[in-house]
């Protein structure tokens, strides 16, 4: 199982991050940490882009982010059209920009930048997993 399993739309099939897919169907969030030079990524990345080193270890990201800034996007590009409206975010974890959707629980004027968010894993109907952010 690859890429082809995650979202709604699938743009690739292989990645070498293929891993972050599988975690997801478990449930868990999670990225990639060099352990040579120690930098966080999101999206994971299994050769890190300060030091080129292919020495990455998989760590959750669990906890509380923050909201860091979003949009909604009223016109899905192709592919999403029947999903719009829905907002993409961007929140903190820490010091580390993770990028998703935000739950369609969330819109209009409850939305705060700041607003506290955690990253949850879904099921989508059709089998594949994708995830989101949740107020906490
Ligand atoms: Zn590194």
Known sequence: MGFDNFGTVSFTTEAKAVDFITYLEQGKFMTTRCRACGTLQFPPKMDC??????????????????????????????????????????????????????SRDVSGA??????????VSLKLPDGKVSYEFQPV
């Not at 923050?66 to 975010?89: D, I, R």
């Open 110 to 119: 409850d939305i705060k930048v700041g607003m506290a968010l955690k990253v």
């Open 49 to 102: 882009p300060h030091c080129l080193s292919s020495d990455v270890e998989w760590v959750e990201i669990k906890g509380t982010g923050q909201l860091a800034t979003y949009t909604v996007v009223n016109y899905g590009p192709s592919g999403f059209e029947s999903e719009a409206p829905y907002t993409l975010a961007v929140a903190d974890f820490d010091g580390l920009r993770v990028f998703g959707r935000l």
